[in-house]
């Protein structure tokens, strides 16, 4: 053979080689779509950095392989009737994977009665069940460890109890996964008072979100990445069959 098509036969081989490397690889994961509903906890008021909660569930879920696209269609100040009106028609449009929702802090603040929240809240809840998407209600943060709740009667804790009882009652009922953030940062709220929230006394700090996130991520990681990453291992092994 001459040098001539030893070279070019050397070529060929190479760029087969190539091909058939482009071909094997694989291809990179659809993102999930997550949407936030929600109030400027959602949004992140009071952080200086990082946002609120919803980003930084994102931000663990892409550490964890999980590509995101994220949209927050909460907005500060929302009451759930407000949410129910502004936010709820974008939901089905938008085709998404996980939803959390975070609300009832300001029908709280501004007195509304425990049964039209309760109604508010199943009519959300109703609706973005019919999406399929993974579900997170959360409970709402003791705010009564807040510097804005001190000297607060003893009646706003147990009308955050109340509203809290009514949306493990909601999630139960629809089968959302329930984060329980009243919980889980209730030590961390009385303990680390004067660095978990802003300067306003009320919304949480960057720190505060923080451990906001952390209190709902062991929920979110059992129900979307655990999945996926079972789903990633059946279908290597099939593979290998």
Excluded: C
């Amino acid at each position: 053979m001459s040098s001539h098509l030893r070279r070019l036969a050397l070529v060929v081989i190479v760029l087969g080689a190539g091909t058939a490397s482009a071909q094997a690889a694989p291809a990179r994961e659809a993102a999930l779509v997550y949407l936030a509903l929600g109030d400027s906890t959602a949004v992140g008021v009071g952080a200086a950095t990082g946002g609120g909660y919803p980003q930084r569930l994102a931000r663990r879920l892409e550490a964890s392989g999980v590509p995101v696209k994220l949209t927050v269609l909460g907005v500060s100040g929302a009451t759930t009737a407000e949410l129910r009106r502004d936010q709820l028609p974008k939901v089905l449009a938008a085709r998404p994977a996980l939803i959390t929702i975070g609300t009832g802090i300001n029908d709280l603040m501004q007195g509304r009665k425990l049964s039209e929240f309760a109604r508010d809240l199943e009519v959300v809840a109703d609706l973005v069940r019919r999406t399929k998407a993974t579900v997170v209600l959360q409970t709402l943060p003791d705010l009564t460890f807040s510097p804005a709740g001190y000297g607060a009667p003893p009646s706003l804790g147990r009308r955050i109890e109340a509203y809290n009882a009514t949306i493990a009652r909601v999630a139960e009922r629809h089968g959302f996964v329930l984060a329980d953030v009243y919980g889980k940062s209730r030590g961390q709220l009385r303990d680390r008072q004067g660095e978990l929230f802003g300067k306003d006394g009320f919304h949480p700090s960057s720190a505060g979100y923080e451990v906001w996130a952390e209190a709902m991520w062991p929920d979110v990681e059992r129900a979307v990445v655990h999945p996926r990453v079972q789903a990633r291992r059946t279908a290597a092994a099939a593979g290998e069959r």
